[in-house]
């Protein structure tokens, strides 16, 4: 049994004695304040506690009720039957928990039940990605209904990201409870495998390349960018794709496995999983696992490597070193060189009334502190700025159109339009042909405050939803320019999250339309997304292997530098 009940189960117990003698002793001392006690059991037996309420706990409930009743009686043979019923009720508790095998059981199946309800009844692009319900429905179910029996913490958080991976959309993500958090990232680490001293990538020339390479392995001649040609005689990306954790999406209260930020993706863009296809290779093997790479003098060579340890640090600590951006705080500015100054944009939210209003004057304050900021670097010297959005989780479309207004060329610019909610029939609206109807366009001004300077947006497959917005329309800008190792990551409709026991899921709810009166940025069933064909690709080879992992550098800003220089 949990302490907690125990010890709940205890104090009620206990409280039924103290009945017991209030009953006696109100009668000799006679005072309207004896009559409070009445209230202890049932404060005492109230499931408002992080463990919730238990069906097998319902003998304590029907015994505080019973021991309360004493307030409405007179006499104190009445009051002590009635304290003493609900003791022997409430100590039932210990026998029907003890018995029970579904005592404190996790309602998993049903959790599924009730989000997958929601999801299919809600979700705004079923059509548009071509999505399956009852396929899904019949694939996932039994795996729940499993996962329910064996009570198993761990795999229910890691098939809610396979179920959320389904959509490749960057909205679709579980969030586990708080309480889950140990046997979550045990599962996780678990999945993720063995270190064997180094993760795999993607280059963008077709290769894979060691990253973050251990020292141990340099006796083999294995160092950061070592082409790796095949791991236990099969394709990085093929092995990579036996990873459970492969296509999955999952976030966390707790992001933190041991000393790295932690974060399962799936990418709604298939040109981003390319990239990111290798990444789960290097943790799958045994005690041992056979690599197989191309030596500094070129010749093809294999090495078995022995387990070091678990993969999740690694891994965790790749990923860091591969998404994360400047670090400084969100709307932030550092000064990278003399003319060229750094905005780094985490989270498209400035303040939380700000954040909650659709008024064209809700982010001015912000408008006002950075036109302050820039006009003061103008006055420094500086001539042009990069804008940091790499691993930016999205957020207010208004705060996005608030910071373009003051670099876009001046004059009129194009934001989004807003879809038509047909409340009569509640649906979105549709015209004859099947599309959607157009509601209002949303458009903003442009300041142009750096002059003839220019702008550098530096993304990568984590901006997300309002910085996916930002990437398309600062595409569109003759004086912006868009870089990164990949494009961002291709999903913009509106969120929306609904809660079960064990965890919640958030999905698209909202449509947003595109100036023609398409789905915005969100791929189809191609797995392209409308964002990104303007985004200048970096070359993710040797070189920004070297800078990244042997001298810790931000290679992406760096480049962005070099730009700006020419």
Known sequence: MKLWDIIRICACIVSCGVLWWAAGRSEKIKSPKWRRLWLLAPLL??????????????????????????????????????????????????????????????????????????????????????????????????IFADIDKRQDVGANAIVWGRFCGEFHDGHVN??????????????????????????????????????????????????????????????PDEVSKSSPLYDCNIFSYNEEIEE???EIASFPDIDNEVFWSAIFAAGIGGDSVEVTYIADDGSEQTARLSRIGDYAERFADTLKKLNNGVNIGNLQWKKVSDTVACLRIKGMSFDSKSYDSADDDAYDEMKYELRETILRYQSEGVKDVIIDLRSNGGGSPHMVNGVLSLFAPKGEHYSLTNAVWDRENSCWARNEDGSYVRGDDITYQGEQLLGDGRVIVIVNSQSVSAADMMTKEAESLDNMTVIGFTGPNGSSQAVGMKSARNGSISFSNCIVLDNDGSIMIDSGTDRQSSNGDGVQIVEFGSEAISALFDSGEDYLLNTALEMLEH
């Open 174 to 235: 579980y969030v586990y409870s708080k309480d889950a958090v140990g046997d979550v990232n045990k599962a996780l680490k678990e999945a993720l495998g063995n270190d064997y001293g180094l993760a795999v990538m993607h280059c963008t020339d077709g290769s894979f390349a060691a990253v973050n390479v251990d020292d141990s392995l340099a006796a083999y001649g294995i160092h950061n960018g070592t082409v790796i040609t095949a791991w236990d005689g099969k394709a």
């Open 260 to 262: 790295g930020n932690f």
């Open 45 to 142: 037996a109230l499931p408002i506690d992080k463990l919730g309420p238990e069906l097998s706990m319902i003998p304590l409930y029907i015994g505080a009720v019973v021991a309360f009743f004493g307030f409405f009686m007179q006499k104190k043979q009445a009051k002590r039957v009635l304290a003493l019923a609900g003791a022997v009720c409430m100590a039932l508790s210990f026998p029907v928990c003890l018995l029970n095998p579904r005592y404190r059981a996790r309602d998993f199946k049903g959790d599924f039940e009730k989000l997958y309800g929601c999801m299919r009844e809600h979700y705004v692009l079923t059509e548009h990605k071509g999505i399956d319900w009852d396929a899904l429905y019949d694939e996932y179910q039994p």
